[in-house]
């Protein structure tokens, strides 16, 4: 898959969430197949899931970057998914892939992307 393609799934995707206020997206090319996002989802009740990631398309969809950072409308944090290699010495057993909320830190089981 051509990076473009990937723009535009991500952009279709978010478009079509009824509960999706409003969005701002910006689309680095960074190559055929790789490319950076980084933006704010504005949701209906006010609150605000700001993202960023590099991925690599050519073959399978791999996010080598992400984060995905859920605020309610008073700001403050509901969650954090991110694959900073920040908590190596937790020995998470899904590293580097975890879960920030309310000042823990989990694994993800599963991956909630879009």
Same mark, same amino acid.
């Given at each position: 898959? #051509?990076?473009? /393609?990937?723009?535009?799934?991500? +952009?279709?995707?978010? @478009?079509? =969430?009824? !509960?999706?206020?409003?969005?701002?997206?910006?689309? @680095?090319? $960074?190559?055929?197949?790789?490319?950076?996002? $980084?933006?704010?989802?504005?949701?209906?009740? %006010?609150?605000?899931?700001? /993202?960023?990631?590099?991925? =690599?398309?050519?073959? !399978?969809?791999?996010?080598?970057?992400?984060?995905?950072?859920?605020?309610?409308? &008073?700001?403050? #944090?509901?969650?954090? =998914?991110?694959?900073? &290699? +920040? +908590? $190596?010495?937790? %020995?998470?057993? %899904?590293?580097? +892939?975890?879960?920030?909320? @309310?000042? $823990?830190?989990? =694994?993800?089981?599963?991956?909630? #992307?879009?």
């Amino acid at each position: 898959m #051509l990076i473009e /393609l990937y723009f535009q799934e991500v +952009h279709d995707l978010i @478009e079509s =969430y009824e !509960i999706v206020e409003s969005f701002n997206i910006d689309y @680095e090319k $960074r190559g055929f197949y790789e490319g950076f996002i $980084r933006g704010i989802i504005d949701f209906q009740e %006010n609150s605000l899931l700001y /993202l960023r990631e590099f991925v =690599y398309v050519e073959i !399978i969809i791999d996010r080598k970057m992400y984060s995905y950072q859920y605020m309610d409308a &008073e700001n403050t #944090l509901i969650f954090r =998914y991110d694959n900073t &290699e +920040h +908590h $190596r010495k937790l %020995n998470l057993p %899904n590293f580097p +892939h975890h879960k920030h909320m @309310e000042e $823990r830190i989990t =694994y993800l089981a599963q991956m909630l #992307l879009f």
